[in-house]
């Protein structure tokens, strides 16, 4: 069975997470370091084979009302390097607040400030993804 996977993308580190098969769950996956396009899209085909992404949900870091910011602009180029890169059906969702929403998580979990930098990016890509399953039809 195919799963769903989200993806928080961030200058340094990209935050990834995922459905359990039935779509009902998701989980915090990896991180991976932004270091160059060819790292980036070898370590997403990996986890595209390796855990049957059937789609891929980018979450789009909009500004407070709703506009496209200079992070916004470079997201969407990300997301047009990776619709060339995979025939995998790839949607957008609104992510603001998702790294807030992080940080609260992790804090009321006890979690350090240092610590929780390790896996801040795909918690808020697990926050993205459950919005996602939450809200989407």
């Known amino acids: 069975m195919s799963r769903w996977l989200s993806i928080d993308y961030g ?3 990209i935050g990834l997470a995922i459905t359990d098969p039935l779509k009902l769950f998701v989980s915090p996956l990896s991180t991976i370091e932004n ?3 060819e790292f980036i899209f070898a370590r ?3 986890v595209f084979i390796k855990q049957e992404i059937e789609k891929i949900i980018v979450g789009l870091p909009l500004g407070l ?3 496209d910011t200079a992070k916004t602009k470079e997201v969407r180029i990300f997301y047009d390097k990776l619709s060339k890169k995979t ?3 790839i949607e957008w969702w609104d992510e603001r607040f998702s790294t807030t929403e992080a940080n609260e998580f992790l804090k009321n ?3 350090s400030w240092k ?3 390790k896996i801040i990016d795909q918690i808020a890509a697990a926050v993205i993804l459950t919005n996602y399953l939450e809200n989407a039809k």
């Open 11 to 13: 200058e340094k580190y």
């Open 35 to 37: 270091k160059s396009d």
């Open 44 to 46: 997403l085909q990996e």
């Open 65 to 67: 009302e709703g506009n």
């Open 87 to 89: 025939d995998i059906q």
């Open 109 to 111: 979990k006890g979690m």
């Open 115 to 117: 610590d929780s930098r």
